[in-house]
């Protein structure tokens, strides 16, 4: 079995980012090349490229600023496909959405990024 103590690590950092809005710690734990993928609002194909991912995530509030924002973070699974590579599966809530995301990581240079995510989101 694989050591997961430092994905856990980086996921608890994905976590707090989106809970605090904090695209610096998001441009930290995201691959310059990673894309994010799912549904746009008409149902289409949506692949979003990382800077402009986080000037989307840029333009909302801080989950925290809201004290009637409940935070529901889980990691659901973590599976490995070598000692460099693997994909876990996580659930967060995001302003007024509750987002399933599979995220596809690898270690490069003894560091865990996301280089790709298939997001799944529904209004709360």
């Known amino acids: 079995m694989m050591d997961t103590t430092a994905i856990k690590k980086m996921l608890k950092s994905y976590f707090d980012a989106f809970y ?3 695209t610096k710690a998001l441009h930290k734990i ?4 990673a894309h994010i993928y799912g549904h746009d609002e008409q149902g289409n194909l949506e692949d979003i490229d990382k800077k402009t991912f986080l000037k989307i995530i840029s333009s909302f ?3 925290g600023e809201n004290p009637k924002f409940v935070r529901n ?5 973590i599976d490995f496909i ?3 590579v693997a994909v876990a599966r996580v659930k967060l809530r995001f302003s007024n959405l509750v987002c399933t995301d599979i995220l596809n990581l690898i270690c490069l240079d003894g ?6 995510v ?3 989101k529904e209004s709360v």
């Not at 973070?73 to 699974?77: N, P, Q, V, Y």
């Not at 560091?111 to 790709?116: G, K, M, Q, T």
Request: glycine share 0%.
């Open 30 to 33: 995201f691959h310059e090349k």
């Open 73 to 77: 973070d889980e990691i659901l699974a």
């Open 82 to 84: 070598s000692k460099d």
């Open 61 to 63: 509030n801080s989950n």
């Open 111 to 116: 560091e865990w990024y996301i280089i790709s």
């Open 20 to 22: 605090n809005v904090d």
């Open 118 to 120: 298939l997001d799944y």
